[in-house]
């Protein structure tokens, strides 16, 4: 291809050779020959160039490196930004999860010297771990149907149909171990309760579930004989009482909180300590609550699951439609590629073609 090529050298002093015929070089031709090849020559090399700079000027608008085009439908655009709102509102809620469980662990000093081992037990991490995990799915989500990034919104929906999948495999064991369940429920508020006055987090969560479901203990107000404060043969004054979250009315006067109304609730008989606390224990009471709300648990169960189903869905749908739009730009390219070439080749033969002609 070089040889074809219009090409310039310069005429260096050692570079040239005396032309003129003589009796030692016989195969040198005539200084006419010469001539006339070198205005053939001459004639070539100007008839290619003016051959390709025409067809520069003429096909410039076209022979540049196009970038094909591909147009998205209505539908491409609605599940892309669909996705990204939808991710973009879990991100956030992620975030607020994340900021709680920061929070109440600095709020608990669960960082402290002395209080550092034990934070693997602590609640609070778990609300942490939640939002962390949360925020950082849902956020590759939101890049990836941003960004149109494969590898982003492979892993995210395959994630999601972990997440789908493991929440099947519970519900189906839940329902399958309901007695045992019910079990493993009894000893970890008997747990809560033995650790009632160490625990913050379980004070906490058992003082919320006495007052608002208007309970007290497990099975009765007498399992709170458990805790070593609260027994009857511990010494202090909360012995063989409950705590405050027990009594029907805790507030002294209708504005202040007394403490001390559960104080030797346990030495009352039921139908004398009906007046001053709750009876019930709070197992039952939270079997009936679910009985109670089984509609409106149902009711988000099914919203919770169906949007997991339709982002799963769309996330889908949309690694579809870029990588067909991926394959048809491909396709594009290699087209116009090939016409490229097809264009040089033609360009190019009929000047070689004269060439050899020539020779």
């Not at 006419?32 to 100007?46: D, F, I, M, Q, R």
Request: with cysteine; net charge negative; glycine share 6%.
């Amino acid at each position: 291809m070089r040889r074809f090529l219009p090409t310039k050298r310069f005429p260096w002093p050692w570079l040239r050779r005396d032309a003129t015929p003589n009796e030692t070089s016989p195969l040198l031709p005539k200084a006419g020959s010469t001539k006339n090849n070198a205005e053939e020559l001459a004639l070539v090399t100007t008839d290619f160039q003016a051959g390709t700079n025409s067809g520069q000027e003429h096909n410039s608008p076209t022979d540049a490196r196009i970038h094909p085009c591909y147009g998205y439908s209505f539908m491409d655009y609605f599940l892309k930004y669909f996705l990204i709102m939808c991710n973009l509102l879990f991100t956030v809620l992620g975030l607020l999860i994340l900021a709680l469980g920061v929070w109440g662990l600095i709020s608990k000093e669960s960082f402290a010297q002395e209080k550092i081992s034990s934070i693997g037990t602590d609640p609070m991490l778990v609300v942490l771990s939640v939002g962390f995990l949360l925020t950082a799915l849902c956020l590759s989500g939101c890049v990836g149907a941003l960004r149109e990034n494969r590898c982003l919104l492979k892993l995210f929906s395959a994630t999601v149909l972990v997440l789908i999948a493991a929440q099947v495999i519970v519900a189906i064991v839940a329902h399958t171990l309901q007695d045992q369940i019910e079990g493993n429920l009894r000893s970890g508020m008997l747990v809560a309760m033995a650790r009632y006055q160490d625990d913050l987090d379980l004070r906490f969560i058992t003082d919320e579930i006495q007052s608002n479901l208007q309970c007290c203990g497990v099975d009765n107000y007498r399992d709170w004989e458990i805790n070593i404060y609260y027994n009857c043969s511990a010494p202090g004054v909360l012995a063989c009482g409950v705590p405050a979250t027990c009594c029907v009315d805790p507030l002294e006067n209708g504005t202040v909180w007394n403490s001390q109304c559960g104080v030797g609730a346990q030495l009352l008989d039921e139908f004398t300590a009906q007046s001053v606390i709750f009876l019930g224990g709070c197992l039952g009471e939270i079997f009936r609550w679910i009985e109670h709300h089984e509609g409106l648990i149902g009711i988000i169960v099914t919203v919770v699951f169906g949007v997991q189903i339709l982002i799963l869905f769309i996330t889908i749908r949309l690694l579809e439609r870029i990588n067909r739009h991926k394959t048809e730009l491909l396709q594009m390219e290699m087209r116009h590629n090939l016409n490229e070439e097809s264009k040089f080749q033609h360009k190019l033969s009929p000047e070689i073609v004269l060439h050899f002609e020539n020779a």
